[in-house]
């Protein structure tokens, strides 16, 4: 999405951390949006678009390795996952949040799957790994922009992410928006939302 001239662009790191088994209990970063919203003034935020990028500090380049499994180690046929999202409601359980959830703005999702199968005669296994991302942007979810008065969370959680052993991972996030008066109508638009389903 093109930056438009009253536009503004918000960027934050985040860290996380991820234990011993691979996995990271959902936990939250809070988005400072004080600057821009304020309910008392009407100053409000049409969220367009968000971006993440997830890092990896402890490699020289700080790129996030996607096979969130390594090939061949361990028990086969395993299955492993990180979501990402943003919200301006905390939920309780990360298995609660999809497109379909009150006040969730943006989700990314990663899984691995690792398996193996036998090949004819029956005395060879051949092993393979399957990665996937899965965007749920801000434009598809909410096309005209999703107003803010409050900061945005950001959730996060993993399971079984076998090549992230106890690391502390970042997640950098990108944020366009456009300052906006937020109206009656607005703030009953947004309470609406938030009782939906």
Known sequence: MAKGSRDVILRDRLQFDVN????????????DLSDYVNIVKKDGLAIKEIRYQVRDPSETTGVFNEALL??????NDQESYLKVFTTT??????NDVGIGSPNVIYILEYQSTFDSVTIAPAVDTASYQDNRSNHYGTPDLHPDGYDVVTDLLVGVCASNMERHLSKTLEIDVMIIAEPKSITQRDLTQMLTQGQDL
């Open 20 to 31: 011993g088994s691979g996995n990271t209990a959902l936990v939250y970063g809070r988005i």
């Open 70 to 75: 390594v090939l061949g180690a361990g028990v």
């Open 89 to 94: 409601t905390a939920y309780e359980n990360a």
